[in-house]
Nanobody
């Protein structure tokens, strides 16, 4: 139901854009966003977008990452700029519809080399 893509290997300071394509309209979800999990660490929220367009970011990515959506393509994006080695992680998109289990994408690996 959620298809994540766009990960890869990039040098520090570089950029990547992740995509999360939903099988249905993204406006049926109350919240969509991205988590990440680095090796040996807990999963942490990176960015979220509400159905009304409200945005939230983890402090560590604020000013560097931008979450956005395209309703016509049923896709949520995560533009990541000024990447750092500590951004290396598997990134998972998710979607929440109240009263239903959270949907997860399959994860896409982002590796930032120093």
């Amino acid at each position: 139901q959620l298809q994540a893509s766009g990960g890869g290997l990039v040098q520090a300071g570089g950029s990547l854009r992740l995509s999360c394509a939903a099988s249905g309209t993204i406006f049926s979800f109350n919240v969509m966003g991205w988590y990440r999990q680095a090796p040996g660490k807990q999963r942490e929220v990176v960015a979220r977008i509400g159905s009304g367009g409200g945005l939230e970011y983890a402090g560590i990515v604020k000013g560097r990452f931008t979450i956005s959506r395209d309703g016509a393509k049923n896709t949520v994006y995560l533009q990541m700029n000024s990447l750092r080695p500590e951004d290396t992680a598997v990134y998972y998109c998710f979607a929440v519809r109240l009263g239903r289990p959270t949907l997860w994408g399959q994860g896409t690996l982002v590796t930032v080399s120093s």
